[in-house]
């Protein structure tokens, strides 16, 4: 059985105490895992640049500069976590990259609640080729926006393409000319939604095969 390895976050934050309840809070957060935290731009630099970690959760003001502008300058997932709450300073920070930004204090809920939202955004990027609709959907996700409940236009294809038949993700690729995992993550996300009902089919091997129909209900 395969696992996924958990998502690696740097904490930066020059408050020792405000540091550590960061890490705290990402390692309680199932999916991830805390690096050691970083209290300055300059141990951030060198943590990164060992370590690769997915995700930066970084304070703005620290002893050696702003930590926006390590966002900008770094090839790093970051969410600035920052007592600042001028326009200016946000929109910076949103400017540089930055994915999210948390106004100090705040409740470590809404931490955990940014954390899941980008675990759910990751997932959703997480293949070598995407379409608009997954674009658009990891977007609502990480910005914490309203998920769609409007059929994409891959989704109404392959809906039309069922009709009142059964068939294989396979099946529906090829006559889509969609490739298969295209079709099976359409067909996966659907099915959570009730929009497809899922079969197994056991054939003469014994391994099961999915077969998608739409739902009735």
Known sequence: MTTTAPLRVLVVDDDFRVADLHRDAVDAVPGFRALEPARSIGTARSA?????????????????????????????????????????????????????????????RALRERLERYARYRNVLDTADVEQDDIDRALS???????????SATEQMILTTLGAREASAG???????????????????????????????????????????????
Do not use: W
């Open 48 to 108: 990164i640049a060992e370590h690769r970690p997915d995700l930066v959760l970084i304070d703005n003001y620290l002893p050696d500069g702003e930590g926006v502008e390590l966002v900008r300058s770094i090839d790093t997932d970051a969410i600035v976590l920052s007592a600042a709450s001028d326009a200016e300073t946000v929109r910076r920070a949103l400017r540089a990259g930055a994915i999210g930004y948390l106004i100090k204090p705040f409740d470590s």
């Open 171 to 217: 099946e529906i690729a090829t006559e889509c000319g969609i490739s298969r995992a295209t079709a099976q993550r359409h067909l996966a996300a659907m099915a959570a939604r009730g929009i497809v009902d899922v079969r197994l089919r056991y054939g003469s091997t014994g391994r099961p095969e999915h077969r998608y129909a739409a739902s009735r209900g």
């Open 141 to 151: 996700i990480v910005h914490g926006g309203p998920a769609t409940t409007t059929r």
